[in-house]
């Protein structure tokens, strides 16, 4: 395993060999070009935040400034600070982001570290969200039936109705006191087909779809024997 030192000598090194090869490319003298690349570069690994982890990025980095603005283009302490501050950020947000997500080689720019790194944060904390609403419904929920895609839960609290009512219209996935007012008069069972979500509401004989539209009972023709008895015994049939 190599050292600190012994991958930033190899970086510096493979970063040298790259000027050599520009100045070649442009008619340069290669000697003069190395010999301002051994000075130039040691300062732009100064605004690393890590003991050398970045050195390769901002090697590559070094050298899409050539692409953009010419070999012999200058680097500004203002400029390398944006640099420092996009690495700090990302060096800090790395463990939170997704395992594939995590290698620094994807992000070719400092907009690139600025502006993508949020959107995969927010994503990931949206996923971790959707597992812990559902580990909390699942908590407040009583499978009555499961056959495959046919169930029938008791919801036993405002996670359940948020979780077993995504995608509907269903007023008691909006906010809790609502949930609240209809769990008062009975719990709510909603019953899941292969074909939607449906939802009973305490006190109720009718049935509502997604939409949060009546729908008749006939809708769960062919549904397994089990299923249908629950839907009868929650209608008082």
Same mark, same amino acid.
């Given at each position: 395993? %190599?050292? *600190?030192? *012994? ?19 442009? *008619? ?22 890590? /003991?050398?982890? &970045? ?15 010419? !070999? ?25 982001? %997704? ?7 994807? &992000? ?6 600025? @502006? #993508?790194?949020? +959107? ?15 580990? /909390?419904? &699942?908590?407040? @929920? ?15 609290? !405002? ?8 995608? $509907?219209?269903?007023?008691? $996935?909006? =906010? /809790?006191?609502? &949930? ?13 087909? %292969? ?6 509401? %305490?006190?109720? +004989? ?12 006939? #809708?769960?023709?062919? =549904?397994?024997?089990?299923?249908? @008895?629950?839907?009868? @015994?929650?209608?008082?049939?």
């Amino acid at each position: 395993m %190599p050292t *600190n030192l *012994n991958r930033a000598d190899f970086v510096l090194i493979d970063h040298l060999q790259a000027a050599w090869a520009r100045a070649g490319r442009e *008619n340069l003298d290669p000697y003069l070009s190395v010999e301002r690349e051994k000075r130039v570069f040691p300062l732009i690994c100064q605004f690393d935040p890590t /003991e050398g982890q &970045y050195h390769s990025w901002l090697s590559h980095w070094r050298r899409r400034l050539w692409d953009q603005r010419g !070999f012999r283009t200058s680097v500004d302490l203002m400029q390398l600070e944006d640099v420092r501050r996009a690495l700090a950020r990302f060096h800090d947000l790395k463990d939170r982001l %997704p395992v594939e997500q995590r290698d620094i080689g994807q &992000y070719r720019t400092v907009d690139d570290l600025r @502006s #993508i790194i949020p +959107t995969r944060i927010a994503e990931s904390q949206r996923r971790k969200e959707r597992e812990s609403l559902k580990a /909390e419904a &699942y908590r407040q @929920s009583e499978i009555l039936y499961r056959d495959g895609k046919w169930m029938v839960v008791r919801l036993k609290g !405002f996670a359940a109705a948020r979780f077993w009512g995504l995608g $509907t219209k269903w007023c008691t $996935t909006s =906010a /809790e006191h609502i &949930y609240l007012s209809y769990a008062g008069k009975g719990d709510l069972v909603v019953f899941l087909t %292969p074909h939607g979500k449906y939802q009973l509401a %305490p006190a109720s +004989t009718m049935f509502r779809d997604e939409r949060d539209d009546p729908i008749d009972v006939r #809708i769960f023709r062919g =549904a397994p024997p089990a299923f249908m @008895s629950l839907v009868g @015994s929650h209608l008082g049939r």
